[in-house]
Every structure is written in C-alpha cells, then in structure tokens.
C-alpha cells in the first residue's frame, strides 16, 4: 500500500477528533440530535482549521443509520462505509477553484432535483466557495433560497469577504478559529504515539508553533521532519534544521547588536544563520513575529497568556527587551516589514537582508522622524556614559559662566545660552503653605521611589512606570491634586493615552499604589502640554524641585 500523508490518515472520522472548534462542533450536534438541520451552511476560517473535515462529517451524520446519541455518526453502517471511502452518491464535493463557472451550477442546479437514492440528505460541499464567478453566484442564489427539503449546501471559504452578502444572507455562518498551540502539541503528540515516533516535547512544540494555527500544516510540518530523519529520535535541533528556523537565542543576540548599533557584531550573527543553511525568507518572518513578542513585552506587564513560549524563552526576551527602546523596535519592525515582501523575490536574498540589518543600525541613513529620533536616543546615551569629555579649561570656562567653550571654533552652535534660572523653589514657597508642601514632597519622594526601586516598578508596572517616567508632574489648582503632563507627539502621546483611556488602568493602578506608600488619597489626572510654560505654581515641573533645600515658613 502507498504511504499516506499524516495530515489524511488522521483525518478526523467522528466529532469528538475535531480540536480546537468545539463551538462548531456542538452546534451541530445539537442541531441534528433536535432535527434543526438548515439547508445552507457558510463555514469560513484560515486554512487548516477543520472546516471541510467538519463538513464531511457533518454530511455523514446527517445520512448516518444508526447515529450516536450525540448525533455522532456511527462509522459503521452502509452510508457511513461510503462516505469514508469517498464512493457516497449523497455527498459532492465539488472544489470552486477549477469549477467556478455558471455551467458547473447549472448542472448541480439540474441534479438536486433528485432525491437521493439512499439516506435522507444530498450534500453539496462547495470548496474555495470565493472562487465562484458573479455569475455562478447568481446561478446559486435561487437554489439556495427555495431549495428542496432533501438538498444541503456547504460553503468552505478563506475569504469571507468575497463571498456576495445575498449569499451569506441565506447561510448559517460558522467562524473556524485559530487553534491553540496547545491544542496542537496535544494532537502532535497523540498522534507520534499512534505512530511509534519519539519526540522531544520542545521539537513538538516548535512544530506546533510554526503551524500558525494550522492543524494541517503541523501536520504536513510533523510529516516532513519525520521523514527527514526517519527512524531517529526527533529533537529539537533537528526540527530547527528540516524546517531552515532560528532558535530564540539567535534573534535575542541579533536584536542585542542592533540595539547597541554594532553593526559587524549583527552582521556575523546574519552570517552564522546564512551558514547553517537557514531559509532567510522564513528567518526574516520568524524575526519580525519575534520583534512583536518583543513590543508585548515592553508594553504590557501580562504578556504571558499572549505569548506562545516557555517560560525560559520568555525571561530571557524579557531582557533582551530592556536592551531596546520601545521606539527604535517599531522603526525595526517597519524596516523588516518592508524587507519582508522585497526577500521572497530578491535574487540576493542575503544582501537585501544585510542591507536592512545596516539600516537597523546606523539610523542616520534615513531621514524619517524615527531615524531621526534614533540618533538623537544614541547622542543621549553617549553623553550619559560620558562618552563626549571636556578638557578642565573648557569646564571652568563654563562655570565662570563665559559665553563660548575655550578652545573652541566662535560659531552660533558654540554659544552657551544663558538664559535666567527658574526660582521653582521660591514659587512653591510663596504659593503653598507648609502643610501643603509637606504633603506635595511627601508624595513626590513616594514618585521617586517608584521610579526608581525595582520591587515598586513591578507593583504599579514596568510599563506603568515607563509611562510614568515621561511627565511632567504639576500641581492642580486646588493645591493637594497632582496632574500629570505629557508632551504632544512621540512617546509623550502615547503615554497620554495610556492614563487616560477609558478604562484608567493605568491611572487606578498608580492612585493605589501612592494611596498605600503615603497613606491618603491622592487625586490625579492627566493632561497633554501644549504651550505650558514654567511661571506660576500651576506649570511647575515638580520632578526638578529640590524639597530637601526648601523651607516654608
């Protein structure tokens, strides 16, 4: 007997194998267990899901002799023989791909005018139903409408928004979902029993995950590296080699280079990945997915549901994600995005990846805002590692208050503004009285605290935290509420946003935690800054006031 793919042989041939659909699943059954059964189904989802096994199915119960109490079918009798061996006069499938014109519907319209010669249903599977032609869809819209007692349509699509609505107008709609990456590693791994195959859990798990939701494809994927190293046992490295993938310790070292804005660091890391024989197609998707773990990560603190990872993974792209500023990562995901379709038809792939790599870190080649942005972050982080020194001429010059640096060119970029130094201190003085600013320093070195001692950032949030670190701290006019102030564009917005979404997590979750570090309530909202200017006790900028210098009388 000739081998048969895995995807086939474990097709699934009663309801209860169908995974990951159980809201379909049931429905079904219910509808065929109380004689509801309609006479047009829509079943849309992502390839892979189960939409055409469940019709199948669903066809064979509804022709079954003996179903189950359930409304299963019975495997066993005479039509359910037939179905499973495709021989069935009672069920067509008919794929729309190769016969979507109006002659092909005009001969299903002329044939369901028979009844069937055995069981109680004629079942027209309509494959790759988008396919169809206007003018076949036309054709269909009459039969489906008035159609005979005996006669149900199924309609299997990946593009349900190509399917006409007078069409699913007449239709009972079921959406196949996605199925979980557990769901999958179950089933993989049932299945490598059955077939006598050992595995290695994380090779079944990457399998699982490389499916994107696929039953199918793990499937056709399993099958694939099974046979690459047949009779052997199945470990991850293998896995990884069948399938031409990158392990997770290679992007976190690949994002770490680019982010430090090595460049030949990053580009021995592409080189080692063009060596092993990698796919760099696939390597270019698998970096942009991981980059999106990677913005979950910094923007979320409960990412561990939404991530598809073990948990060693998942800590140590957690620190790759500190290594990286929220903003440089989405200019490296937009940059690979763009790659990512200029790769599938590049005839040298490894230079068009090269190319985009150089670009991640050397942002001054771009001329767009986030480029731009960039290499001002890098200019800051050199000057707070001290990177840029001046000679002890040039930084006497600038304490005695000299207009230029000596030592340097007379140029308008040379010249040291001296503009007059804001009194916040003696604005506070005279516009609060010494309880009021008690209270205000009390919870200003609260904001620090969280600002700066780790145990406090994960309480209100690493996210929160960041958020937080972004304003500008104000007093409101009653003079105990604080008021939070970001800037209009960039992170500031963002920030913004964040504290005052309709749903003010974040806002909450910062009220609570001042609440038990200063033991009253405070008040606190949030505003975008506009034209504020430093100049009354309003527009004071809290976070610069030095409390420990201050004295209220």
């Not at 008919?94 to 069981?119: C, F, K, L, M």
């Not at 079944?204 to 039953?215: E, Q, T, W």
């Not at 923007?299 to 993974?313: F, G, K, P, W």
Request: net charge negative; with cysteine.
């Amino acid at each position: 007997m000739s081998y048969m793919a895995l995807y086939r042989k474990w097709r699934p041939d009663e309801f209860e194998e169908v995974k990951g659909q159980e809201h379909v699943v049931t429905t079904l059954k219910n509808q065929i267990t109380h004689d509801r059964v309609g006479h047009a189904y829509l079943f849309c989802g992502t390839r892979g899901t189960g939409k055409t096994t469940v019709a199948k199915l669903f066809a064979k119960a509804v022709n079954c002799e003996h179903p189950l109490a359930d409304g299963s079918p019975c495997n066993e009798c005479t039509i359910c023989k037939a179905i499973n061996a495709g021989n069935s006069l009672n069920v067509m499938e008919i794929d729309a791909a190769s016969n979507n014109g109006v002659d092909n519907i005009r001969d299903i319209r002329q044939e369901v005018q028979y009844s069937p010669t055995e069981g109680k249903y004629k079942v027209y599977i309509i494959d790759e139903a988008h396919m169809l032609s206007s003018g076949a869809f036309n054709a269909l819209l009459k039969t489906l409408e008035e159609p005979p007692s005996y006669i149900i349509f199924i309609l299997a699509t990946t593009e349900v928004h190509k399917i006409p609505v007078t069409i699913c107008s007449r239709c009972q709609r079921y959406d196949f979902r996605r199925i979980s990456l557990e769901t999958i590693y179950k089933r993989l791994a049932d299945l490598l029993e059955r077939e006598n195959v050992d595995a290695e859990e994380k090779a079944i798990r990457y399998v699982a995950k490389a499916a994107d939701g696929s039953m199918r494809d793990a499937l056709s994927l399993l099958d694939q590296c099974i046979a690459f190293y047949l009779g052997q046992t199945l470990t991850y490295e293998k896995v990884l080699e069948v399938l031409g993938a990158v392990d997770v310790e290679v992007f976190n070292r690949l994002i770490c280079c680019v982010a430090a804005n090595d460049t030949m660091k990053a580009l021995e890391v592409v080189d080692e990945i063009v060596w092993q024989g990698r796919e760099l197609s696939q390597f270019v998707t698998d970096f942009i997915w991981y980059m999106r773990n990677l913005l979950l990560i910094k923007t979320s603190d409960h990412v561990n549901d939404q991530l598809d990872i073990s948990a060693e993974n998942l800590e140590s792209m957690k620190q790759a994600a500190g290594q990286v500023e929220l903003e440089s990562l989405m200019r490296y995901i937009r940059v690979f995005s763009e790659m990512s379709g200029q790769i599938r038809y590049a005839t040298q792939k490894r230079v068009t990846l090269e190319l985009a790599v150089i670009k991640l870190t050397t942002p001054q080649m771009e001329t767009d805002m986030e480029s731009v942005l960039d290499r001002i972050r890098m200019l800051e982080k050199k000057m707070e590692e001290g990177v840029f020194s001046m000679s002890e001429a040039q930084l006497a010059a600038l304490a005695d208050g000299h207009n230029t640096i000596k030592g340097a060119e007379d140029t308008e970029d040379n010249v040291v503004s001296k503009e007059p130094p804001i009194e916040r201190e003696e604005i506070i003085r005279q516009a609060l009285t010494p309880a009021q600013c008690e209270d205000i320093k009390s919870i200003m070195d609260c904001i620090r605290r969280i600002l700066s001692e780790e145990e406090l950032r994960k309480q209100l949030g690493v996210a929160t935290a960041n958020y937080l670190g972004l304003a500008s701290i104000n007093i409101g006019q009653d003079k105990k509420s604080l008021i939070l102030t970001f800037e209009d564009q960039g992170n500031g917005a963002l920030a913004y946003k964040q504290f005052s979404s309709s749903e003010k997590k974040h806002m909450q979750d910062l009220k609570d935690l001042l609440g038990r570090l200063t033991g009253k309530q405070v008040e606190i909202t949030s505003q975008l800054k506009s034209s504020l200017v430093e100049s009354d006790i309003g527009s004071i900028n809290l976070s610069k006031v030095k409390f420990e210098g201050l004295r209220v009388e």
